[in-house]
């Protein structure tokens, strides 16, 4: 019996969705909102890797992706991590998540970091709990971050198993309070962003990196404050670590009739009411690439999704963890569309701790 994933394998998450995709299940509301649920799950975290309440300014927040059994979104369940000590080595485990290797994931032992962010792949083979036989498994990768303050953190899970979007998830969240400035000033973040990119269409998994920026203008607008994003420096890898950012460059090329360097940036859309009195943010992001016919023509379009984290009024104190989904059409295939979904972690200043 066929399924409606085609019986390929497993991956994860949306691009575009109306609203916070990551609010609990029973009560999903816009961002941002008045009368906001409570929170759910999370990430359980004991250090660092090598290399809840109602959402509030002065509580713990956790964001994930709302589950929908039609799509495969929102699927896991629980992320649980801890260091590595004298006496055991670090461990990474996922709940929720078919045919992983028993929700054990070590390692990646091809790509084991993109920049500061950990990755992580489940076993390819489990052993029949009863006879011993070995029983294949999904292609499973996941990449887990965590600010040097551990104030934040975001894990993402994919597969590439599914020819269609398969299942999957992701969270983000902050682990205590904020204080934003009173209708005051201007700040501006910078770190590194990194994610998985699959595929409707095919099957398949490839890593992507970038540097980030966001700016916040706590003054205005009155109804919201603004948030101005970028991505730039993006590169992307295939699931053994080359880097194949020139092939995407040069399909671009050759779509467009254009002569890209790079991948276009990604940017926020900038509008009012993007930041709320919690510290968390939200909105629309997308890329363009140029024409050699008419105006620019747009390539990816999503969501970002955020939640700062510390003292934004003195000190540089202060963080920003997320995440971002895009989808594009895939410039070296036909009839096959990408979506990325990457996580980030910014600071105000690059020596606080």
């Known amino acids: 019996m066929i399924n409606y994933k085609h019986l390929l394998l497993a991956c994860v998450l949306l691009a575009a969705c109306d609203g916070n995709p990551f609010l609990p299940d029973e ?3 816009v961002v941002p909102d008045p009368n906001p649920a ?23 927040i956790v964001r994930r992706e709302k589950k929908d059994p039609v799509t495969g979104d929102g699927f896991v369940a629980d992320v649980t991590y801890s260091a590595a000590t004298g006496t ?9 998540l078919a045919f992983d290797g028993g929700n054990v994931y070590n390692r990646d032992n091809q790509v084991g970091s993109l920049g500061p962010f950990a990755v992580y792949e489940a076993d390819p ?7 011993g036989v070995p029983i294949s498994q999904f292609v499973h ?3 887990y971050g965590v600010s040097r ?5 975001f894990a993402i899970v994919r597969t590439g198993a599914y020819r269609n979007f398969g299942f999957g998830g992701f969270v983000y969240q902050r682990n205590g309070s904020v204080t934003l400035p009173a209708a005051d000033g201007q700040a501006s973040y ?10 409707e269409g095919t099957t398949g998994l490839e890593y992507t990196t970038g540097t980030m920026t966001v700016d916040i203008d706590f003054n205005d607008f009155n109804e919201g404050d603004a948030v101005r994003g970028r991505v730039y420096n993006r590169a992307i890898f295939d699931i053994d670590g080359q880097d194949i950012t020139n092939d995407v460059v040069t399909a671009l090329n050759d779509a467009n009739e254009t002569t890209m360097t790079q991948l276009p940036t990604l940017l926020f859309n900038v509008g009012p009411g993007a930041l709320d009195a919690n510290g968390e943010m939200g909105g629309v992001i997308d890329s363009s690439t ?15 999704y955020a939640v700062i984290s510390g003292d934004a009024t003195a000190g540089g104190n202060d963080e920003i963890v997320g995440v971002i989904v895009v989808e594009s059409k895939d410039p070296r295939l036909d009839n096959v569309t990408v979506r990325e979904t990457g996580g980030f972690l910014l600071y105000r200043s690059p020596t606080a701790p």
């Open 290 to 304: 140029p024409s050699s016919t008419a105006a620019a023509k747009l390539y990816e379009e999503g969501n970002y």
């Open 190 to 199: 910078t770190g590194d962003y990194a994610g998985l990119r699959d595929f």
């Open 88 to 96: 055991s080595p670090e461990t990474f485990s996922v709940d929720g």
């Open 27 to 29: 009560d999903p509301v």
């Open 141 to 143: 990768r996941a990449i």
């Open 149 to 153: 303050t551990g104030r934040t953190e």
């Open 125 to 131: 083979v489990y052993n029949d709990d009863v006879t």
């Open 38 to 60: 409570p929170n759910t799950g999370g990430i359980n975290s004991d250090g660092a890797p090598v290399t809840t309440g109602t959402p509030s300014s002065e509580r713990t």
